[in-house]
Nanobody
Framework: QVQLVESGGGLVQAGGSLRLSCAAS????????MGWFRQAPGKEREFVAA????????DYATSVKGRFTISRDNAKNTVYLQMNSLKPEDTAVYYC????????????????WGQGTQVTVSS
């Protein structure tokens, strides 16, 4: 069975940085693509970033491009999201997700999900 556990969330002031981690367990074929989504209160869950197993395919939401960086360390079965220049609108619960196959942006394409970690950016 696949399990994803996020960590690294917290409270930060606007303009600050935060690094999220997601540790994965289970069959490597089930986590060939890993991504990050976020959901703010009253809003739909939205795509943030995703990365393929070898890192050759990476995708970012327009809203975070240039500020966030996704990476992975397959030896540690971990994916990271480095968030810089944080804005209050980045406040949300951030979820780690995984799937087989290719990088995708729709939420429904992902099979496995973590429980989320809260990121709060103060004004």
């Amino acid at each position: 069975q696949v399990q994803l556990v996020e960590s690294g969330g917290g409270l930060v002031q606007a303009g600050g940085s935060l690094r999220l981690s997601c540790a994965a367990s289970g069959r490597p074929s089930s986590t060939s693509v890993m991504g990050w989504f976020r959901q703010a209160p009253g809003k739909e869950r939205e795509f943030v970033a995703a990365i393929s197993w070898g890192g050759s395919s990476i995708d970012y939401a327009t809203s975070v491009k240039g500020r966030f960086t996704i990476s992975r360390d397959n030896a540690k079965n971990t994916v990271y999201l480095q968030m810089n220049s944080l804005k209050p609108e980045d406040t949300a619960v951030y979820y780690c997700a995984a799937r087989r196959g290719v990088v995708a942006t729709p939420e429904y394409e992902y099979t496995y999900w973590g429980q989320g970690t809260q990121v709060t950016v103060s004004s």
